[in-house]
């Protein structure tokens, strides 16, 4: 008689999803998942708003008051700033580059922010805005 409980491999069932990001995994594996819900009523579909970029930046840089200090956290910390106070002039706008800008200061404190969900999270908007 085979018990159904122990057979195959183990599994993990998230149910619905919708509207965040989340991240599974540790240090040097990790997988990251994002889903935005299909198309936005108030956006056309067109994705993320500067709204929600800012929301998003500032998250992170709340999350980072949690870590240690460091040199690099001190870095993040003012492109975090920069992005937000950028993000907070221009309103509704997200101008060019400031994706990449973003995209790339994870890039380069990825050891930093690995195991941070908020991190998890702009990454994942970011990818929304291309490049």
Request: aromatic fraction near 2%; charged fraction near 25%.
């Amino acid at each position: 008689m085979a018990n159904s409980e122990g057979a195959g491999p183990p599994s993990v069932r998230i149910g619905d999803v919708r509207g965040s990001a989340f991240s599974i995994g540790g240090t040097d594996v990790s997988n990251s998942t994002v889903n935005h819900g299909g198309t936005r009523a108030d956006s056309g579909g067109a994705g993320p708003t500067a709204q929600e970029l800012l929301e998003a930046v500032r998250d992170l840089r709340a999350a980072l008051v949690r870590l240690p200090r460091s040199d690099g956290r001190t870095a993040l910390d003012a492109e975090l700033d920069a992005a937000a106070e950028e993000l907070e002039a221009t309103g509704e706008e997200v101008r060019p580059g400031l994706p990449a800008r973003l995209r790339g200061a994870l890039e380069r404190w990825a050891p930093l922010v690995d195991s941070v969900s908020a991190a998890t999270a702009l990454a994942a908007l970011l990818t929304s805005f291309g490049g």
